[in-house]
């Protein structure tokens, strides 16, 4: 039988079988993965392990100071990393408009977020820790993960801000609001919700990232005080436990409180940028 001879509501019928297959596939293997985490895991999960320093490279013990710099460089990296990316995607998206550098610049933040992680560790190692004298800390850390945020910050800052429908700007235009005050009254706000999600996704990859920060941060096992100390983030302490073979009991653990801290994130910024949506469009 031909595609022609189906007609519109069979083909209608069975991509719509085809689409929810898919959509029902992708979260049966995420709950797959993450069930298998969190209950390989759970168990080794405690006050005491939450609490307390690693003991013996980590062997026994906890991972209180691992937590506290994976808090340490994810935040730099979004403090760092959202002003910059949408400041530039305002500017790309309401003032530069379609020239030859601004497709550059668009190719090469598309070519900067498909960029390995490792090289980016490589290039913090060189630039940050040994030319600007940084030494291997928190705060070199934190630059790289903003580096690696940056692009898909900025990506969908541009694509949310350029989706705010145009009338948008000619009635706030109409009323006699200037162009910045039609920016951060209206286009912003309508943007918002597209721009968190890009916020949150940079998020997600700070905080799980390992290859980029193992050689910036240091290895250090004991609780960082400030940015300047050398830290070790729960994806490295991940990855040293379980390639080093020290304790895969800790390393499940580990990558327990790591899932549920992307979770909560994940699940509370949703939460609010929902709201806000509602908010808006109650308005």
Do not use: C
């Amino acid at each position: 039988m031909s595609l022609r001879l189906i007609s519109p509501k069979t083909t209608q019928k069975i991509m719509n079988g085809i689409l929810w297959a898919s959509g029902i596939f992708t979260i049966i293997i995420l709950i797959v993965i993450i069930g298998y985490i969190l209950i390989k895991g759970l168990p080794a999960v405690n006050l005491e392990f939450l609490l307390s320093e690693p003991i013996d490279s980590g062997r026994a013990g906890g991972i209180a100071p691992m937590i506290v710099s994976s808090i340490y460089v994810t935040l730099l990296a979004v403090l760092i990393a959202t002003p910059l990316g949408i400041g530039a995607a305002v500017y790309m998206a309401e003032y530069a408009g379609e020239t030859q550098i601004v497709k550059l610049i668009k190719f090469g933040a598309e070519t900067l977020a498909s960029i390995p992680s490792i090289v980016f560790g490589l290039f913090g190692l060189s630039f940050f820790v040994i030319f600007l004298g940084l030494g291997w800390s928190l705060l070199s850390g934190g630059l790289v993960l903003a580096l690696m945020a940056l692009p898909t910050i900025f990506q969908v800052a541009v694509v949310s801000i350029e989706s705010v429908p145009r009338s948008y700007r000619e009635a706030s235009w109409a009323l006699g609001a200037t162009n910045w005050e039609t920016i951060y009254r209206v286009v912003i706000p309508a943007a918002m919700p597209g721009i968190v999600t890009g916020i949150i996704l940079g998020m997600a990859r700070a905080i799980s990232e390992a290859a980029a920060v193992m050689f910036v941060v240091g290895s250090a096992l004991s609780m960082p005080i400030s940015i300047f100390d050398p830290g070790r983030p729960l994806p490295l302490h991940l990855y040293v436990l379980a390639t080093e073979g020290l304790s895969l009991k800790n390393a499940y653990g580990t990558a327990a409180v790591l899932v549920i801290m992307v979770l909560i994130i994940t699940v509370t910024t949703n939460t609010l940028v929902e709201r806000y949506r509602k908010k808006i469009m109650g308005r």
